[in-house]
């Protein structure tokens, strides 16, 4: 009888070792881009033009600049002026805002925002990934507020989004 014990704690003792040692956890960041660097060099990324219904003046220059930064801080791409390896253009498309929700009232509680923007990609060592896209992204506010109020911070957000929508669509390859 102790030696069905003994085999049995035997063979518990050798599948609790097997299995911890089967289970792993490797944690670790995934890589940001999938640009194969032998091939793709640099980028070109040309300024886009606020062409929208309604221009606030800012807007162009920072959703310019957020691009480009986004670039260069998550990739070892190159930056050109043009003919890059990779080659981005556009231009800003809508820049609307619109009543979302209504109260008992009957008046507007919320107002949405909403920014568009088209882009032209070009990746001169494989055409194949080429193509043009709008993105957007969106925003709400309360309605007591003016859009003056809360324009910078709800483009800031807006900008942020749609940069990472092309860089995820562009090099990210998700």
């Keep these: 009888m102790d030696w069905i014990k003994n085999t049995l704690l035997l063979c518990l003792s050798a599948v609790c070792l097997l299995s911890f040692q089967s289970?792993?956890?490797?944690?670790?960041?995934?890589?940001?881009?999938?640009?194969?660097?032998?091939?793709v060099k640099s980028i070109s990324i040309a300024d886009f033009q606020?062409?929208?219904?309604?221009?606030?003046?800012?807007?162009?220059?920072?959703?310019?600049?957020?691009?480009?930064?986004?670039?260069?801080?998550?990739?070892?791409?190159?930056?050109?002026?043009?003919g890059g390896d990779?080659?981005?253009?556009?231009?800003?498309?809508?820049?609307?805002?619109?009543?979302?929700?209504?109260?008992?009232s009957g008046y507007a509680s919320k107002v949405k925002v909403t920014l568009t923007v088209n882009v032209r990609y070009v990746n001169n060592t494989n055409h194949e990934e080429d193509f043009e896209q709008q993105f957007s992204a969106f925003q709400t506010y309360d309605s007591s507020q003016l859009l003056t109020e809360v324009q910078d911070q709800?483009?800031?957000?807006?900008?942020?989004?749609?940069?990472e929508q092309i860089f995820n669509a562009t090099v990210a390859n998700w």
């Design 50 to 82: 606020n062409r929208a219904d309604y221009v606030y003046a800012p807007l162009a220059t920072e959703f310019n600049q957020k691009l480009k930064d986004m670039f260069i801080q998550q990739t070892r791409l190159s930056l050109l002026n043009s």
């Design 23 to 39: 289970c792993s956890v490797q944690m670790g960041l995934a890589p940001i881009s999938s640009i194969d660097y032998t091939k």
């Design 154 to 163: 709800l483009i800031a957000v807006m900008v942020k989004d749609i940069a």
């Design 86 to 104: 990779l080659e981005l253009d556009g231009e800003i498309t809508g820049y609307n805002q619109y009543n979302e929700a209504v109260d008992a």
